[in-house]
């Protein structure tokens, strides 16, 4: 593990850390004493926490802390429309997220500084036979800061059972650009919808505490069909990009999504957060190049119309 910076800090691998306050009853259900390493024991709590400071006329990674099997690259600034931005890839030492794990993820952004976050690669859910594995991620986006969170598709592997939430916390200017992709299965092996249970919660709020909106997921094959026309469709791939944003009129985000879906040929939508607080766009489709490229569409276009620049192809060497 690495720390940089100063001043006190929270314990970061006390179990109220780590451990979700509250789980969806689909995936409680399954809690239970694991026939391999416990809960909590090393390897099985990942723990990030990074802060970026604008310094001069770039952003800085100001406070770092790690413990795998999470960690992160050496920030890069290869984006040359962006100089001042670094592009930060969270890595995960192991294979895919096994039962019994429990990660969590901090990013502060402060005041006028900027960060792109993405992911190594798609994070594999293997199949658990006892207990659950569940990831809490935390973002916060001072007075003018711009973040970028857009982690490769998470991949629920048959008997799966996971759950996410991510919490959001933008200042009244701060732009936050937030991406969550779902593959049911190994869709090249057949395997479609063949998890336990794959639930999500993604909040964002206000400095103050006050809630802006709320996205909740659950799906769950074993309790209800999910892949009617208000879940999956009968789609294998579901992706969502939320802008949260008031650099832009909210309708005028959600215009410019719509437009950059409209050639895709994909079953897509575009609509106006809460209190016009910004706008969301969510793409299925059969298979993930074609989502994942069509994501990349709305990504640019969003990226053009706050920024002035277009979204840099990704850089994963």
């Not at 306050?21 to 090393?42: K, M, N, Y």
């Not at 900027?114 to 991620?137: C, P």
């Not at 991510?166 to 937030?178: E, Q, R, S, W």
């Amino acid at each position: 593990m690495t720390t940089l910076g100063g001043g006190a800090v929270p314990d970061r691998l006390a179990p109220e850390r780590y451990q979700p306050d509250w789980i969806p009853r689909p995936v409680r259900r399954h809690s239970g004493a694991l026939d391999t390493l416990p809960v909590g024991s090393p390897g099985k709590v990942g723990v990030l926490d990074l802060a970026f400071r604008r310094v001069g006329e770039r952003t800085e990674l100001t406070g770092h802390f790690q413990k795998a099997p999470l960690h992160i690259t050496r920030p890069h600034y290869y984006d040359p429309a962006v100089p001042g931005m670094p592009y930060v890839m969270l890595m995960m030492s192991g294979g895919g997220v096994l039962q019994g794990d429990r990660y969590r993820v901090d990013v502060s952004c402060e005041a006028g500084a900027s960060v792109h976050l993405t992911t190594q690669g798609a994070t594999r859910l293997y199949r658990m036979e006892h207990d659950y594995a569940t990831q809490l991620v935390e973002l916060n986006a001072g007075p003018g800061g711009y973040l970028e969170y857009l982690p490769d598709p998470a991949i629920a592997f048959a008997g799966s059972r996971y759950y996410q939430r991510t919490a959001v916390t933008a200042a009244a200017d701060a732009t936050v650009v937030l991406g969550e992709t779902m593959l049911a299965g190994r869709l090249a092996r057949g395997e479609r919808h063949a998890y336990t249970a794959y639930c999500t919660d993604v909040e964002v709020c206000e400095p103050g505490g006050g809630l802006l909106f709320a996205d909740p997921m659950r799906l769950v094959p074993g309790d209800g069909p999910v892949d009617g026309p208000a879940v999956m469709a009968g789609f294998g791939v579901m992706s969502t990009l939320y802008v949260v944003t008031t650099a832009r009129p909210a309708q005028e985000v959600a215009d410019t999504m719509h437009e950059a879906l409209a050639g895709s040929g994909l079953r897509a939508g575009t609509g106006v957060l809460p209190g016009d607080r910004g706008a969301w766009a969510r793409l299925l489709g059969d298979r993930s190049p074609e989502v994942l490229s069509a994501f990349h569409e709305v990504w640019d276009a969003v990226r053009r119309l706050l920024l002035g620049v277009p979204a840099p192809m990704a850089r994963k060497q």
